[in-house]
C-alpha cells in the first residue's frame, strides 16, 4: 500500500514515515516545510528514502502530485499557533482538508483509508463534575478571571468548585481557532467521507512530546519550551499556578494509534481520542525536567498566564482502547528520549525566548494584575 503523509517532515508525520516503512509500505511525503517549524526550510535526514513533495495542503497542483498512486492519506500537516490570525486556522486547516476530499471525489480516487489529525484541543475548557449538578461543560474562564489569577472552575449554576473528569469523545466545544479549525477537519473527513465511501477516522491527539519537536516550533509543546529554557540557564517558565494537568503522550503512543487506525475496519467514521492515561500536573513535569537534566533550579511560577489555556483536560482512550490500543510510553521515557536527542542538536538561537516574547507583546501571555 503506498501512503500519502502531508506534514510528513514534521514532529509526529517523521515518525510516522518511519513506522510505515518498518511495516512494508511506501510512502509520499506532501510538506511545505514552513520555516516556523523548519527554520532551515531544508527535507529532515531522516526522510531521504521516501518521495518528497514539497508543496502547500492548500494548493490544489500541490495535491494533485502528492497524491499520485496514493491508496491512503494520513493527514497531518496543519497550522498550529497561539497567535490571533484566525483565518489562516479555517485556511490551512479547514480549507486543506476539504480540499483534499474534493480531489478525492473529483479523481474517483479509491483510498482505503484517510486519517485526519484532530486534537484534545477540540475540548475546549473540558469536562468536569459538580457534586450537586452532575456533568459540566464550562465555558471559558474570562480574560477578567483570569487577570486576578483566579485560575479554577466553579459551576454555572451553583458557584461551587468543580471536579475536573476526563474528557469522553462525545462533547467537543472548542474554544480557540486553532479548536475550532480541528474540529471542522474532523467534520470534513467524517462526515464527506461517509458520503462519498472514502473510509476516514480522526485522532485526537493529546500532548504529544518526544524527539523531534522542532525547538524553533513555539507551538511544539511544553518540554520543548522547559528544556529551551533551562538550556539558556534560566529557569523553566510555569504558567498559572502550575496545577494543571494534562496527559502528556509519548509519540510512539501515537504513532502506534495511526497504524492501528490506518488498517482496523472498525476505525472507520469515527474520531477517536488518543491520550497517556496518566495525568501529570505542569509543575510536576517542569521538576521532572530539571531533575532529568541535574539542574538545582526551581521552576518560575510567577503569575504568568496564557490566554485561552484550558485549566485541566486529559482524555478518556475508552474508544481507541476498545480496538486494541494502549500507550505504553512513560513520563520519565518522554523526558529520557527527548533529552536524548535535543542533546546532539545546536543550541542555535534562544527560540524559546523569543516564542516567549512574541506572546507577550501580542498579549496572548498576560502577567495577573498582583501575584496572587
Ligand atoms: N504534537 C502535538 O502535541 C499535537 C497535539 C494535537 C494535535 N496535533 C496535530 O498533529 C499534526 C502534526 O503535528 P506535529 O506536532 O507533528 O506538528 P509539526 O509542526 O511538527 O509538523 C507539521 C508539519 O506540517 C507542515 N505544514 C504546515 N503547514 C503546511 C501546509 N500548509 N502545507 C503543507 N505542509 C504544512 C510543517 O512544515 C510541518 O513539517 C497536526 O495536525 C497537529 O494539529 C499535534
New binding site residues.
Partial sequence: MHVLV????????SHVVDALLRCGYSVTV?????S???PDRSWPECLAAVRRVR????QRD?WLVALDDADAVV??????DYQADFSRFAL??DA?TALLYELLVERKQPVQRVVV?????VYGEAAYQCSEHGRQYPPPRSPQQLSRGNWDLVCPVCRVPLEPVASTEEHPSPTNA?GIS?LA?ESYALTLGARHDIPSAAL??????GP???PA?A???VLRAFVGHIRQGRRPVVYEDGRQRRDY?HIRD?VSAVELVLEHPDAVGQAFNVGSGAVTTVLEYANAVLAAMGVDLQPDVSGRYRLGDTRHVWSDTARISALGWRPTGTLHEIIRDYLAWIADAPAGEDWTARALSRMESAGVVRQVAQNP
Fill in positions: 502531508t506534514g510528513g517532515a514534521g514532529f509526529i508525520g506532501l510538506d511545505s516545510l514552513e516556523r517549524v523548519h508543496g502547500d495542503v492548500t500541490d493527514h497531518l500537516a496543519a497550522y498550529q490551512v486547516n486543506g489529525a484532530s486534537s484534545q484541543a486553532y480541528k477537519t485526537r491527539f493529546s500532548i504529544i512530546q523531534r519537536q522542532s516550533n507551538y511544539s509543546g503522550t501515537a
